[in-house]
């Protein structure tokens, strides 16, 4: 009896709690928040008024190139100049032994003075004779002969002052100077080298190229004011801007291309013949241009993609035109108005008509 209480007892207990147990299992639980829009950089699109540059592969030369050959041959006793060290016109780079030119200058030195005591002894003859044969007192064909013999004479001391003064410059000629203000080269000619005309014993190049005015009668096709950069082999830019020169008359049928002509100064001799760099211009003037950064665009099939957010901030695709390139900076010529924003980063997973979160792009700074 007693035990059938009690399982009675805790029986009625478990029926009483199940119904409870079971309404607050079927509760409805509260809906979880939907995800933020995605945060994604954008930039308005500029309207500026902006340059656009061109760039040539350039080949620097001096702007005079003077070689430096002896006038006379002889041997090299002496190089007076440090190799690839400025030097100044006139400045004397080389000399050559004189000894056999100084010979040859007392020779004709001579030879001038038997020249003009010949001279002096027919003009006598001449002055003497010519009132004998007026009186008949000689004959006529003597004082002939005394007038040939001068004229004679005069053409052997011209002929022998003509050689003096070439003695004369020989002798000069030993003593090879510099043609121009300029960076001298190295030597190809060395002490004791028997040389001549032909040798060659070295180069140099003008340095006050800065000095060179005007464009040589040719139209530049670039903006004058702004000048030319010359980015060097290394990258870095020549901190002096140059001036255009000249353009060659016609195109190289090789290579499609023409020549052009400009100088940079080089005060400091940092640039030598036979560099390589490249030459920067500005070759025109973009008004009003839309500008987006390089980084929003991207190819399809040959075309270009710009991703647009709109005021609503939803996010479309659109097909573009672009122009040139100006450093990170693209022109857009047809496809986008001034102020519309564009997607820069973070769309790419961004469906078209999805909401995007923008936030400003900050264009990175150079060499990021």
């Keep these: 009896m007693t035990k059938g209480v009690v399982h009675s007892v805790v029986g009625g207990l478990v029926l009483a709690v199940s119904p409870w147990l079971l309404v607050s299992c079927e509760h409805p639980r509260a809906a979880s928040p939907p995800p933020p829009p995605p945060e994604v950089a954008v930039a308005a699109v500029l309207a500026q008024t902006v340059p656009v540059a061109s760039e040539w592969i350039a080949t620097l030369d001096g702007y005079v190139n003077a070689q430096v050959r002896p006038q006379v041959s002889g041997y090299l006793i002496k190089r007076n100049y440090h190799e690839g ?3 100044g016109k006139g400045d004397v780079l080389f000399e050559i032994d004189p000894r056999p030119f100084e010979a040859a200058l007392a020779q004709a030195k001579a030879q001038l003075a038997q020249a003009e005591a010949l001279l002096g002894r027919t003009a ?15 004959a006529q064909s003597q004082l002939d ?9 005069q053409a052997t001391v011209q002929a022998a002052t003509a050689a003096l003064e070439t003695a004369q410059l020989n002798v000069g000629f030993t003593k090879v100077t510099s043609l121009v203000d300029g960076v001298a080269a190295i030597a190809t000619g060395q002490i ?28 530049q096709p670039w903006d004058a004011r702004a000048g030319l950069e ?43 013949p036979g560099q ?34 709109g005021p609503d901030n939803r996010i479309s695709t659109r097909a573009i035109t672009v122009g040139d390139r100006l450093g990170r900076m ?34 990175p700074k150079e060499g990021e």
Excluded at 145 to 153: E, F, G, R
Excluded at 205 to 213: G, H, K, P, Q, V
Aim: charged fraction near 25%; glycine fraction near 10%.
């Design 85 to 87: 060290a400025v030097v």
């Design 124 to 138: 006598r003859d001449v002055e003497r004779d010519t009132p004998l044969a007026r009186e008949r007192a000689i």
């Design 145 to 153: 002969n005394d007038t040939q013999a001068n004229l004679a004479a």
């Design 192 to 219: 004791g080298d028997l040389v001549g005309p032909s040798t060659l014993l070295t180069t140099e190049y003008l340095l006050m190229a800065d000095r060179i005015n005007g464009t040589g009668g040719s139209q």
């Design 230 to 272: 010359l980015i060097l082999s290394d990258g870095h830019v020549y901190p002096k801007k140059g001036s255009f020169v000249a353009a060659d008359r016609e195109m190289d049928p090789k290579t499609g291309t023409i020549r052009l002509s400009a100088t940079f100064p080089n005060p400091s001799n940092l640039l030598r």
């Design 276 to 309: 390589y760099g490249r030459v920067r211009a500005n070759t025109r003037t973009l008004i009003d241009a839309r500008l987006i950064p390089q980084r929003a665009v991207s190819e399809l099939q040959g075309g270009y993609l710009a991703r647009v957010v």
């Design 330 to 363: 693209w022109v857009v010529a047809k496809g986008l108005q001034p102020g519309e924003r564009v997607a820069v980063e973070g769309a790419q997973s961004v469906k078209d008509g999805g909401l995007v979160t923008p936030k400003p792009f900050v264009l």
